[in-house]
C-alpha cells in the first residue's frame, strides 16, 4: 500500500539528518574559520560549504538513488565494493569520529571543570562510559531515531545555538582581526576544511539510516524515497549553512579580540563564558555533548546496520563492539585521536566526491563501469599519496609527479587528472561498448 509521510515525519527525518551531520568537526571548524579568515570569512564559508554541506547532501541523496552504499561501491568492481565501504565505516565510526566527538564532548564540557587536574584521565573515563552508555541505550532501537534525536534533541541544540550566536550579538564587541597567511586564497582553504568535518563520508553511512527509517514508514517506492531524500537533505543542508554562517561569524568578530587560539572549542568556550558568566559552562557543555552525541548515536547505528548486512549476523553485536571499541579509543584523548584522522581524510575524501558525482549523473552521462573504475582508482592512486605525505612517509618520485599537477599547491592535485579521466573513459565506453552499470 503507497503511503506517504505526513508533515511532522517529514520535518523530523529533517531534523535527524542534520542532527547526525552535526558533531565535533562542525562545532569546532568554522569559529576557527572566522577567527583566521577575520574579513575573509565569508569567502572562505562559501568553499567550506561545498565539501561540508553541498556534497554531503548530495551523498545522502546518491546513496538513496544507488539503494544503499554497497550497490554503489560496486559500480566500480566487487573488490572496491569491499574494501572501500569498510575503510568509510570504520573511519568514520569506530576509528576516528566516533571516539572524537566523545572526547570533543568531555573536554568542551566536564573537562572545563577540571583544568590541569591529574585525575582528568579518570574523570575521562566516567564521563565516556555514561556518553557511550547513553548512545548504546538510543542506538539499540534504531526505529526510534526519528522520535528521540529529530523530535527531541535536535531542537533543544538549535535553541542553545541561537542564544549563544544572539548573546553574542548583543554582548560580544566586534573586533575583527587580519587575516591568517592560511586564508589568503581563502575559497579553497574554506573547500579543504569541509574535508575535517568528515560529512562528505558520513554521508554515505547516513544513508542507510535513513533508508532504515524509510523502511520503518513503510515508503517503499524509489522515486518516493528520493523524493523526500532531496527535500529533507537540503532542508538539513540549509539549516547547517545558518548555523555555521553563526558559529563562524562568532569567530569572525571575536578574531581582533582572542590571541593564541588553538581550535575552534576555545572560540567559543570564550565567547560563552563572556556572555553567560559561570552559566556558559553550562551552555556550551550541552551544546557539546547533545551534537555529539547525537552524531554518535547515527554513526553507531549506520556502521552497526552495514557490517550487520555483509556479515548476515545479528545488528545489536556490532553495535555494542563499536561501542567499547570507541570507548577504548576515546579514553586516548582528543590530541592523539586528531594526529591521525587528517591523513585518512585527506586519502578517503576525493574518492567520495567523485563517486558521489558520478552516480549523481549517471542519468546524464550514462556511465558505463570502465569510466567508473577509470576515474575513481586515478582518483585512489593520488589520494593516497597524499594521504601518505600528510603521515609523512614520502616518495621522492611520486611527489616529484605530484607537484607538477595543476592545484598542487592547494591539495587539489587530483582534480583535474580526475576530470581528464572521466572524458576519456566515456570516449572509450562509446567506441569500445564496454560493460553497462
Known sequence: MKRNLTKKEFVS???????????SGNLIFPPMLGHLAGPNMWKALLGFTLTAII???LGIIAVIKADG???LSR???PLFAIIYPVLIYLSVGPGIAIPRNASLAFEMSIGQYFPGNPNIKLWLLVYTLIFFAISLFLSLQPSKLVDRIGKALTPILLALIILLF???IFKIPVNIGDVDSSYQSPVIKGFIEGYNTMDGLVSINFGVVILLTFSNYMINKESDKIKYTTYASFISGGILFTIYAMIAYIGMITSGTYSNISNGGEVLFKVTNNIFGAFGLIVIGLIFTLACLTTVVGLITSVGQYFAEITKTQYKTWAILFTLISLVLANFGLNEILKFSVPILIALNPVALVIILLCLFQDVFKFKRISYRLTIYTTVIIAIIQGLNA???KTEIFNNILSKLPLYNYSLEWVIPTFIMMLVSLVIGKIFNTEEI
Not at 527525518?13 to 558533531?23: H, K, N
Open 55 to 57: 556534497f554531503p547532501v
Open 69 to 71: 552504499p554497497t550497490k
Open 391 to 393: 603521515f609523512g612517509i
Open 166 to 168: 544572539f548573546g553574542a
Open 75 to 77: 559500480r566500480v568492481g
Open 13 to 23: 527525518i529533517a531534523l535527524l539528518l542534520f542532527s547526525m551531520f552535526f558533531g
